[in-house]
Nanobody
């Protein structure tokens, strides 16, 4: 079993910055993909950014150039650095881990609230 614990959310003014962290614990295997998703009120959950264990990344068009995903494999932790935040970034941000060894498994964190407002 795997547990994911997010932290770093909060209230920030437009143009501000936040750094989210997600620490994974439990039965973690070397080859996995970690992602950040977000869900705003009355909207579907959407992918924000994804990073493989090899460091390959991809981003939603809406956050390119403003958000950076990174990871510390030794600590099984993924980060999301967010700059130039906009009100439309307001959402609950969720961490996801997918690993295919020993079986295909997908895990979610409980989420952390990010609110961008003046």
């Amino acid at each position: 079993q795997v547990q994911l614990a997010e932290s770093g959310g909060g209230l920030v003014q437009p143009g501000g910055s936040l750094r989210l962290s997600c620490a994974a614990s439990g039965s973690i295997f070397s080859f996995n993909t970690m992602s950040w998703y977000r869900q705003a009120p009355d909207k579907q959950r959407e992918l924000v950014a994804r990073i493989t264990s090899g460091g390959n990344t991809n981003y939603a068009d809406s956050v390119k150039g403003r958000f950076t995903i990174s990871r510390d494999n030794a600590k099984n932790t993924v980060f999301l650095q967010m700059i130039n935040l906009k009100p439309e970034d307001t959402a609950v941000y969720y961490c996801q881990l997918i690993q295919t060894i020993p079986t295909m498994s997908l895990y979610w964190g409980q989420g952390t609230q990010v609110t961008v407002s003046s």
